[in-house]
Nanobody, 111 residues
């Protein structure tokens, strides 16, 4: 069974940085794009960043220039480096691939 296990997240002041990690089984990691989504209270889940199978990336306009998605094929892990965090980045972040989701990680940005 495929599992996506997330780590990272927490609380940070505005302007700070956090890194999220998502590790999955190798059999699926090589064949699908990996995404990060987020969902703030009372809002729909939104796509934040995508790392496609052959290396191209895509970002939501709201995070361009601040967030970076990367993946380590040897560790079957995808990362989301989040810099210059803003209060509006506060949400539960989820990694996703194919039809599978991570458990979610809370990111809170406040002073």
């Amino acid at each position: 069974q495929v599992q996506l296990v997330q780590s990272g997240g927490g609380w940070v002041q505005p302007g700070g940085s956090l890194r999220l990690s998502c590790t999955t089984s190798g059999s699926i990691f090589s064949f699908f794009a990996m995404d990060w989504y987020r969902q703030a209270p009372g809002q729909q889940r939104e796509l934040v960043a995508t790392f496609r199978r052959f290396g191209s990336t895509n970002y939501a306009d709201s995070v361009k220039g601040r967030f970076t998605i990367s993946r380590d094929n040897g560790k079957n892990t995808v990362y989301l480096q989040m810099n210059s965090l803003k209060p509006e980045d506060t949400a539960v972040y989820y990694c996703h691939t194919d039809s599978y989701w991570g458990q979610g990680t809370q990111v809170t940005v406040s002073s």
